[in-house]
C-alpha cells in the first residue's frame, strides 16, 4: 500500500534520511505571543523519533511557543530539483542547567568534531541554562523526489 503524505513512515524515506543528517539548519515555524506567525533557522538534532534543539531561556520565540506549541518543520537543499522535508508537530519546552547535550551533538554535526567542540566550549563559557526544544511529529511530507516510483502517493 503507497505511503501517503502526512504519514510518519516519510521519515524513513531516503530523502529526509538525507536532509535529517544533513548540515541544513531546519525552518521553525510557528505563532509569536503576539498572534503573528514567524520563521526562524535552527540548529536541530534528530533522534530518531523526535528533533531537539535549543535556545537561550530568553529567546523570544520562547513565549509564543509556551501560548501554541503547534509548529511547523521544513529541512530542504539549496539544488535543484529541490529535496524537502516538512513536518508538523507540538513542541515540548524544558529548562535545562547548562548546555542541552543535544546541541552539542548539533554543533559537533554542522561544524565537525573539532570545530564544533570548540563552539562548544566558547557557548559553555557565555551560557549557564538553555531552553530544550523537543518535537515530536504528528505529520510528515517528502518532496523532491519521483514519489510514485517510490510507492508514496501525493
Known sequence: ?????????????????EL????????LAYIAADGTPRVVPIWFHWNGREFVMATPPKAPKLK???????????IDDNAFPHKV???????RLDAVDGIVPEY?????RYFGP????????????????????????EWAGVLGQNLESTGVSV
Open 85 to 91: 522535508l516538512l513536518v508538523r508537530g507540538t513542541a
Open 1 to 17: 500500500m503507497p505511503v501517503k503524505q502526512g504519514d510518519l513512515e516519510l521519515l524513513q524515506d531516503p530523502v529526509s534520511q
Open 104 to 108: 552539542a551533538a548539533a554543533a559537533e
Open 114 to 137: 573539532e570545530q564544533g567542540r570548540a563552539w562548544m566550549q566558547q557557548v559553555g563559557t557565555r551560557m549557564t541554562s538553555m531552553t530544550k526544544i523537543t518535537i515530536t511529529p
Open 64 to 74: 509564543g511557543l509556551a501560548k501554541n506549541p503547534k509548529v511547523a518543520l521544513t
Open 20 to 27: 535529517l543528517q544533513s548540515k541544513i539548519p531546519a525552518r
